[in-house]
C-alpha cells in the first residue's frame, strides 16, 4: 500500500467512526427525549385523572418505567463518554509505543454495557407503554 492509500484508508476510517458516534449519540438523545416526554404526558394525564378523583392502577408505574427510561439513557450517555475515553487512551498507547492492555479489555466491556444499557432505556419506554395501555384498559 503506498502512503496515499494508506492515509485514504485513515481519513476513511475517521469519517466512518465520526458518523458511528454521531448516529450513537442521536440514538442517546432520542432514547432522553421519548421516555422523557412520555413520562411528562403521564403526569398530565395523572393531573387530570386526579382532578376528576379518579386514578386507574397501575399508571404510577408507568411513569417508574418512563423515569427508569430515562436515568438508563443518562448512563448510557456517561458509558458512551467512557468508551471514547477507553480509545483515546488506546490511540495515546500506539503512538507512543507502548503496550496499553487495561484499555485493550476495558473498552470493549464498556462499550457492550454501553449498549445494553441503551437498549434496556429502550425496553424501560416499551414496558411503561404497555403499563399505560394496561392501566387505561384496566379503567374501562
Not at 456517561?78 to 485493550?104: C, F, P, V, W
Request: aromatic share 8%.
Amino acid at each position: 500500500m503506498t502512503e496515499d492509500e494508506i492515509n485514504f484508508r485513515r481519513a476513511e476510517f475517521q469519517a466512518f467512526n465520526d458518523k458511528a458516534v454521531e448516529a450513537s449519540a442521536s440514538a442517546i438523545k432520542g432514547a432522553l427525549i421519548v421516555n422523557g416526554g412520555a413520562a411528562v404526558a403521564v403526569l398530565g394525564f395523572v393531573s387530570a385523572l386526579l382532578s376528576k378523583g379518579v386514578l386507574p392502577p397501575g399508571v404510577t408505574d408507568a411513569l417508574m418505567f418512563f423515569a427508569w427510561g430515562v436515568a438508563l439513557a443518562v448512563g448510557s450517555s456517561a458509558l458512551s463518554y467512557l468508551t471514547h475515553l477507553a480509545t483515546m487512551l488506546q490511540i495515546d498507547a500506539i503512538l507512543s509505543g507502548r503496550s496499553e492492555k487495561i484499555s485493550n479489555w476495558i473498552k470493549p466491556i464498556i462499550h457492550f454495557v454501553s449498549i445494553g444499557v441503551f437498549l434496556l432505556s429502550i425496553a424501560a419506554f416499551v414496558a411503561g407503554c404497555l403499563s399505560v395501555k394496561a392501566s387505561i384498559d384496566g379503567a374501562v
